[in-house]
């Protein structure tokens, strides 16, 4: 009964309140980042700025802030560019056309806090949520190393480029080599992003994942190993990256290694005759060997996952 109330009454109301776009976030002050802004108007037309600024503005006019800005919050074009820049008034009012830079916020002068700091007046909420404080951020990165708000560069989320996974090859171009071996997930061939598995934003849990834990991360997409099994192999349930290379690898499944190889770094010869030279303890059909060449322990323990079956505990069903 509570339940039914809650959804008829409280969750319309709590929609609402998170889809609402506009949120009054820390705001900026103008003044502490360019002390010349002090006491600075706005505008009241962009018509002035059109004389040195026409190809700006044209460009920005089709961004789906302007847009949103425009229809959604009916504000005039030179108010939106006050959001980003701080008061123009100052600058309009200018006459010595050297000192027209010193008189608004640049970006290109600013430090890469103050540039998040400007976005984050709407921003920090939902997705941006947990941007103080993450790597990026301690790393000095800011927003406008991956977005690009004055043009559509993008068809979606205003980024540097149609593939936003080349933004982050600038800095980690070590992924994008691994990206490149023969097992890997379909990110080169444009099915998923460097996003699907992380939010660059930051997050609660580590290495900026969007799921608490690696595993749940994985779960995401490969629910069938989400499990609980009937026999679970423990370190799939510990980790997935135990065994795989989230980011590719050059063997079968984007294994961190090759069976046996792979198998025999936590399995020793102890209670099963896993010996990899000879082969020699391994049932005898087709002779020594023949077991661990191809997909090797696997040949037999192809329930690697974890099994269901009532004796699967050897995952060999
Ligand atoms: C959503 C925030 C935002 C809004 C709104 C905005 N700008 Fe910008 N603007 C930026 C950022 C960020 C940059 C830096 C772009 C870059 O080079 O990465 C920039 C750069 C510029 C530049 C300099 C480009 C260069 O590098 O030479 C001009 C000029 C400019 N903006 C004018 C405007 C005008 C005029 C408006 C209003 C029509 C406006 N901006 C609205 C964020 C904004
Ligand atoms: C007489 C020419 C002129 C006029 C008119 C003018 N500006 Fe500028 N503006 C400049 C110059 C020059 C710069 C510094 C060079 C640059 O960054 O592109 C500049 C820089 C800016 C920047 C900072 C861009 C950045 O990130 O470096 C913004 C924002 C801006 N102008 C907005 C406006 C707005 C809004 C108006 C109208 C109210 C306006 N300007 C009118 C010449 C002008
Ligand atoms: C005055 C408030 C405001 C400021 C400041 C602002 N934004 Fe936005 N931004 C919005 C709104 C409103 C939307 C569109 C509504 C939505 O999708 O939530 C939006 C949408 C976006 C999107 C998604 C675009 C898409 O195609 O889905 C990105 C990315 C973005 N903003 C980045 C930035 C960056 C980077 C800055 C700083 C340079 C910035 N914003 C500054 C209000 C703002
Ligand atoms: C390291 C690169 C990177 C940085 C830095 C970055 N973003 Fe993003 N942003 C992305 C990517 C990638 C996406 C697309 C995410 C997705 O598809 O799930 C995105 C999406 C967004 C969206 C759209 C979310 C939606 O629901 O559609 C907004 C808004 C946004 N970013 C704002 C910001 C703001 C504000 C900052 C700075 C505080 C920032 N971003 C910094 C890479 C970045
Ligand atoms: C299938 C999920 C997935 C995708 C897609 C993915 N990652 Fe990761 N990434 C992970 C996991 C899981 C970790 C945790 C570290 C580990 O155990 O390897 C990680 C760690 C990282 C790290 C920090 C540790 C290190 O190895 O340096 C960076 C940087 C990184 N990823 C960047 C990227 C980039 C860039 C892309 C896009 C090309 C990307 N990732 C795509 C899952 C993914
Ligand atoms: C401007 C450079 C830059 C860009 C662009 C960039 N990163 Fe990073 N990233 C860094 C730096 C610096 C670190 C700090 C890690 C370090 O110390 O090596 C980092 C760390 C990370 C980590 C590891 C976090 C941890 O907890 O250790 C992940 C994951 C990551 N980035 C993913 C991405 C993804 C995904 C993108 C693209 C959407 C991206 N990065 C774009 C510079 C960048
Ligand atoms: C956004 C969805 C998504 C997420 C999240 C995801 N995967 Fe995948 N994964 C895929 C897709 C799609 C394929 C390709 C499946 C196919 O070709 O049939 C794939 C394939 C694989 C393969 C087989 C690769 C090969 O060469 O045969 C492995 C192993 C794998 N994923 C492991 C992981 C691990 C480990 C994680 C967590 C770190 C993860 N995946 C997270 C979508 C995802
Ligand atoms: C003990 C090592 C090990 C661990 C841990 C592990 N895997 Fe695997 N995984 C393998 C092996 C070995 C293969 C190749 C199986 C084959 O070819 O029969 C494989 C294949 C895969 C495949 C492609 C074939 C298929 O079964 O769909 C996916 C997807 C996959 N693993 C996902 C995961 C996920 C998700 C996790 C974490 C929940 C995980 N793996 C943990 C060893 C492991
Ligand atoms: C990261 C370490 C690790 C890796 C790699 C690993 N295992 Fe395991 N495996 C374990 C642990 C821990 C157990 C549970 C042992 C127990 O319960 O006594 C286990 C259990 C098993 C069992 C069930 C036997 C039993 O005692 O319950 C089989 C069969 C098995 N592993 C085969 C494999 C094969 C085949 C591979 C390679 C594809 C592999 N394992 C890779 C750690 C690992
Ligand atoms: C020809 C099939 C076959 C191959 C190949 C094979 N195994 Fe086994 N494995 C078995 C059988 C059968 C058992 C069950 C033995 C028992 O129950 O006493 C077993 C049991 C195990 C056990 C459990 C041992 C215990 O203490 O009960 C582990 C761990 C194991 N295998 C790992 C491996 C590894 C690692 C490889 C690859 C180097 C491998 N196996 C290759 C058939 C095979």
Known sequence: MFR??????????????????????????????????????????I?????????????????????????????SLVQSCEDC?????THAAEPDFDKKQSTTVSFKTITPQQKSQ?????????????????????????CDKCHYV??????????????????????????????????????????????????PHGSLAPNLLKAETTNQTCYICHQEKRGPMLWEHAPVRED??????????????????????????CHSNAGHPDSLNDGSGLPAFGGAGTFIV????LNCHSRIHGSNHPSGARFMR
């Open 150 to 199: 004055m043009a559509r560069k993008s068809k979606r989320q205003l980024s540097i480029n149609e593939d936003s996974k080349k933004a982050c090859f600038t800095c980690h171009a070590d992924k994008r080599a691994r990206m490149l071996r023969s097992a890997h997930m379909p990110l080169r061939e444009g099915k998923m992003s460097c996003a699907s598995c992380h939010n």
């Open 4 to 45: 039914a109330i809650f959804f008829l009454a409280i969750a319309p109301v709590a929609l609402l309140v998170f889809a609402e776009p506009i949120h009054a976030g820390p705001k900026v002050d103008w003044e502490k980042i360019n002390p010349s802004l002090k006491g600075a108007t706005s505008s009241s037309s």
């Open 240 to 265: 997935c990256n135990n065994c795989h290379d989230s980011h590719g690898s050059n063997h079968l499944s984007m294994l961190k290694w090759k069976p046996p190889y792979l198998c025999q770094a």
């Open 294 to 297: 191809g997909k090797s322990c």
């Open 118 to 142: 400007i976005c984050l007046q709407c921003h920090e909420k939902q997705i941006t949520l947990h941007w103080k404080g993450s790597v990026h951020e301690m790393a000095n990165v800011s």
């Open 85 to 89: 820049h701080g008061p123009t008034g």
């Open 47 to 75: 018509t002035g700025c059109l004389d040195c600024h026409e190809d700006y503005i044209k460009s920005f006019a089709r961004t789906k802030h302007a847009l949103y800005f425009k229809k959604t919050l009916g504000k």
